[in-house]
């Protein structure tokens, strides 16, 4: 005879309510955290008026007080958007069986025999979403544009083009959109119960197409790689290169085409693909000898060769830690995980029926949306910090090696006048850094450096 807590187990997982009231839970709780985390950023934040003595000669009082009024502005608005657009819309569409009749509704739209299908109901269904969710967004947008003003004005273009730019995107959005859920709905239809593995494939090939072509694919759509005009950068880092074994070729400086692009170098690849680019807005006025070609603005920006050669130790690091690959086993490790989450939920009826669907009726599309949306967000929740510690740790590393080459203080200074340059406030509250942030602070990254540079001279003494 089976055990009563197997039946009652039997009894939650088939209880369209329960389960209802489980995913409202999930979702409340998932959100209040967020919440609580957004507070702590706000008095951590707010208990600092002045401006920490390591980077006062970089960043001006009152740059400090207005950078200071707009993340605490920025930070309680947030708050609100959260309660009010997530967690209480949230419970009311779940509770009131929103999706069911927005599925309705879809279903109405379908005017010829052939729009019936359920990948054209679903592109109706998608498309209705879509709408929605950007006027219930609306407000929040609009008072965010009005009142939480930017810290830093940006050439906008003309309002024709920027209106033509719109129409664009939102054709080619449409078009992507709908070629993303006829392909789901097909593929589903054609896998049944190895969906799952369909999507895991899917997303692998994904991803071994991207390491194959992003290498190929800055250059057009970041910017114009440029050769290195400067011979006493370019011997530093070909110096630092040779350390390392690391070939100078593949460092590439690319001329941004946004000059409002933060300063930036990354490394990425691997085996012959990889790469360290360095974005021409790092180097001292862009790397220009004659000053007349550059905005006032960006006169002064940038940093000197050192530093810039100790930024470039920090990304080898990443190369000689094999952070790049840790990186995509940790994703694939993700995927094998979530795919086999999903294969579990994503054909179970009484999930649909408690978000009010009559039982039988399992549109595609809306059980990726609950299942992706609501019923795995303690997983994806907890996941996303994990990997987020992961890429913490990574930069640590990175530090470390720089470190190691005897880079600190070229590094320490290049993240003061990174941060300078690019107006990134530099307080956070710990909790809610390692819950959002892939990088440390800048100030938890040189107080790393400090202690390791402490360590080594207690130790020689």
Same mark, same amino acid.
């Given at each position: ?26 979702? #409340?709780?998932? +959100?209040?955290?967020? %919440? ?8 951590? #934040? ?7 003595? %390591? ?10 007080n207005?950078?200071r ?21 949230g ?11 927005l599925w309705? $509704? ?19 269904? $998608? ?11 609306c407000? @929040? ?28 995107d ?9 070629? &993303? %859920? ?9 896998l ?16 071994l ?18 050769p290195?005009?400067?011979a006493?950068l ?5 110096h ?16 941004v ?19 360290? #680019?360095?974005?021409d ?13 550059l905005?006032?603005?960006?006169? @002064?920006k940038?940093?000197?060769d ?37 294969? $579990?939920?994503?054909?179970?009826g009484?999930i ?24 795995? &967000? ?16 990574f ?6 090696f720089?470190?190691?080459?005897g880079?600190?203080?070229d ?24 819950? +959002? ?25």
């Open positions: 005879m089976p055990s009563s807590s197997s039946k009652m187990s039997a009894h939650f997982w088939n209880d369209a309510e329960i389960i209802l009231y489980i995913i409202i839970a999930v979702l #409340v709780v998932d +959100n209040l955290w967020a %919440v609580y985390l957004q507070i702590r950023e706000i008095i951590a #934040v707010h208990e600092v008026d002045q401006v920490p003595p %390591v980077i006062s000669p970089y960043l001006p009082q009152d740059l400090f207005k950078m009024t707009y993340k605490i502005h920025k930070c309680w608005f947030t708050v609100i958007n959260t309660l009010l657009i997530v967690v209480f819309s419970i009311l569409e779940l509770f009131f069986g929103f999706y069911p009749w309705d $509704v879809a279903t109405k739209c379908s005017l010829a025999k052939w729009m019936e299908h359920e990948a054209c109901v679903s592109i109706f269904f $998608v498309l209705l979403l879509s709408l929605y969710i950007t006027l219930k967004a407000p @929040g947008m609009l008072y965010e544009k009005l009142f939480i003003k930017a810290l830093q004005e940006r050439k906008h273009p003309p309002w024709l083009r920027r209106i033509c730019r719109e129409i664009i939102t054709i080619l959005a449409v078009i992507f959109m709908s070629l &993303t %859920v006829v392909s789901l709905v097909f593929m589903v239809l054609w049944k119960e190895y969906t799952a593995v369909g999507l895991y494939v899917q997303s692998l090939l994904l991803t197409l991207l390491i194959l072509l992003v290498p190929f694919l800055i250059d057009p759509f970041v910017g114009k790689r440029v290195l005009e400067n006493n370019r011997s530093d880092l070909e630092l290169t040779d350390i390392v074994d690391f070939p100078m070729r593949q460092v590439h400086i690319i001329r085409n946004d000059p409002n692009t933060p300063s930036n170098a990354f490394f990425y690849g691997s085996c012959c693909l990889k790469r360290i #680019v360095i974005f807005t790092l180097l001292l006025n862009r790397g220009h000898k004659d000053l007349s070609t905005s006032p603005e960006e006169v @002064g940038g940093l000197r050192s530093q810039v050669v100790a930024v470039v130790a920090h990304e080898l690091g990443h190369w000689v830690h094999g952070h790049f690959y840790k990186a995509i086993f940790m994703f694939q490790f993700h995927m094998i995980l979530m795919m086999c989450l999903f294969h $579990v939920l994503f054909t179970h009484p649909y029926e408690a978000v009010g669907f009559e039982a039988g009726l399992q549109p595609i599309v809306v059980g990726f949306l609950i299942v992706f949306g609501f019923v795995l &967000t303690p997983y994806l929740t907890m996941s996303n910090f994990c990997m987020l510690s992961a890429t913490r740790h930069e640590y590393q990175a530090d470390s720089a470190w190691e080459m880079f600190s203080k590094l320490r200074q290049a993240l003061l006048k990174l941060y300078a340059d690019n107006l990134a406030f530099p307080i956070s509250d710990p909790c809610y850094s390692s819950w +959002n942030h892939t990088h440390p602070t800048m100030l938890d990254r040189l107080n790393r450096l400090e202690k390791l540079q402490q360590r080594l001279d207690s130790n020689g003494t």
